[in-house]
């Protein structure tokens, strides 16, 4: 891509404005029930709703934030170091995995 429409492309992009909405907390859920049952994001459920383009998630996936105290926590619950991030991820991940999927008989 040329210079000219890479800086077209950003300049269309800074244009984006964020627009947050307070809802019941009835119409909110149901949004985001429905982004779960289609498989989009919150965001684009609401501009498919509204007949705006929109597209899948590419990587879909949940968000946590975790502060110092939560690390500290978590490295007590799943016995390792509070400052390994990546080992109490994982072993997030596999809690959340075994809270949701069925038991095997």
Do not use: W
Request: proline fraction near 7%.
């Amino acid at each position: 891509m040329s210079k000219k429409g890479e800086l077209k492309k950003k300049d269309t992009t800074a244009k984006s404005v964020q627009v947050a909405f307070e809802l019941e907390q009835q119409i909110a859920r149901a949004i985001h029930t429905l982004a779960a049952q289609e498989g989009l994001t919150p965001s684009s459920q609401i501009r498919k709703m509204i007949g705006l383009s929109y597209s899948a998630p590419k990587r879909p996936r949940l968000t946590l934030s975790l502060s110092p105290s939560d690390y500290q926590q978590l490295g007590e619950k799943y016995n390792t170091d509070p400052t390994n991030s990546v080992e109490i991820k994982r072993q997030i991940m596999q809690e959340l995995i075994a809270l949701i999927e069925p038991e095997e008989p």
